[in-house]
């Protein structure tokens, strides 16, 4: 099941990412399975190899909204390094794939022990926030087409595909928005041959022309973690 690799495992010396893999076990990560629950402590950190989660917020009767999304590049779990507190959001897996999992206890032992993950993981968790800061202005102030590039490129990046398992439905409750204004941009980008969509199956087409009609949050959010990551490499 293990035949990619997560990134922030990679950066880790060999002696500490085997040390560190002793106290994991293989993950399947099952379309739409829920990591985490809102109000609950982790009982989990994940590493994902393949396949990719949205932490997903709920507020009072409005439909869910994405707040952040992990793949391989990142790992679900960095606020463990805090200590074991509630999370706000769910966890929901949006890519199938898998992970290596180890228990919270475990791995906030393991944190103490190898000063090269703690680092690693203090530099994800300050990626994060700084990424989650941005999607909270880009929810705000940019268009829906704009967004919806960024959020299709962003997939791509993460399920290593030009195709991928995506229904409009799911794409409006992630961007926070009536599906109806999905179904327009996502029309626009088909006519325009940028994309295809049928049944539930989104292929990217042209990627390049994708990147120029994302708003300028999808270059700032990459930007992002190739400097908080590049500075935590050991």
């Avoid at 700032?220 to 490499?233: G, Q």
Wanted: charged share 20%; aromatic share 6%; with cysteine.
């Amino acid at each position: 099941m293990q035949s990619k690799d997560n990134t922030l495992l990679q950066q880790l010396p060999t002696a500490a990412r085997e040390r560190l893999l002793q106290h994991c076990e293989p993950f399947e990560l099952v379309l739409s399975a829920e990591l985490s629950t809102r109000g609950r402590p982790l009982a989990h950190a994940h590493f994902p190899t393949e396949g990719f989660l949205s932490l997903v917020i709920d507020v009072d009767s409005h439909p869910p909204l994405e707040v952040g999304m992990v793949g391989a590049e990142a790992m679900l779990g960095s606020e463990l390094i805090l200590g074991l507190a509630a999370t706000p959001w769910r966890a929901l897996v949006q890519g199938a794939g898998s992970s290596w999992r180890i228990g919270a206890k475990q791995l906030r032992a393991q944190i103490d022990a190898i000063p090269e993950l703690e680092a690693l993981i203090q530099a994800c968790l300050l990626a994060r926030l700084h990424q989650q800061t941005l999607a909270a202005a880009c929810q705000r102030y940019h268009l829906i087409a704009p967004r919806l590039a960024r959020w299709l490129l962003m997939s791509q990046d993460r399920s290593l595909s030009d195709s991928f398992h995506l229904t409009q439905e799911f794409m409006a409750l992630m961007l926070g928005v009536r599906r109806v204004g999905v179904t327009e941009a996502a029309g626009h980008f088909q006519d325009a041959g940028l994309i295809t969509y049928q049944r539930g199956e989104l292929t990217v087409l042209n990627r390049k022309a994708l990147e120029a009609e994302a708003c300028s949050c999808y270059a700032a959010d990459k930007a992002i973690y190739r400097r908080l990551m590049k500075y935590s490499s050991p």
